[in-house]
Nanobody, 116 residues
């Protein structure tokens, strides 16, 4: 049974930091590229950052560049998103996704709220 479980979200003040985790099970984690998406209320889901299966290739959306860092630990079957200098516009539900070819799995999402 495939599972992707996000954790680490919550309420943070502007300028603060959060570290999201995505714990995977039920599939060969190190064979899958992983990514973080987010969806703000009333907006479409958007890519935040992506990392290749072995971590050699990383890409960031403009909204994440310079502030967010994606990483993965294949031994722990976990992906991370370190988010610094958070802004109110980073408020969204954050999702992790695993993809290999046509196989694609999503987590259930976790709320991140940036507010004073």
């Amino acid at each position: 049974q495939v599972q992707l479980v996000e954790s680490g979200g919550g309420l943070v003040q502007p300028g603060g930091s959060l570290r999201l985790s995505c714990a995977a099970s039920g599939f060969t984690f190190n064979s899958y590229a992983m990514s973080w998406y987010r969806q703000a209320s009333g907006k479409e889901r958007e890519l935040v950052a992506a990392i290749s299966n072995l971590g050699y290739t990383i890409n960031y959306a403009d909204c994440a560049k310079g502030r967010f860092t994606i990483s993965r630990d294949n031994a722990k079957k976990t992906m991370y998103l370190q988010m610094n200098s958070l802004l109110p516009e980073d408020t969204a539900v954050y999702y992790c996704k695993a993809r290999r070819g046509s196989d694609e799995y999503w987590g259930q999402g976790i709320q991140v709220t940036v507010s004073s």
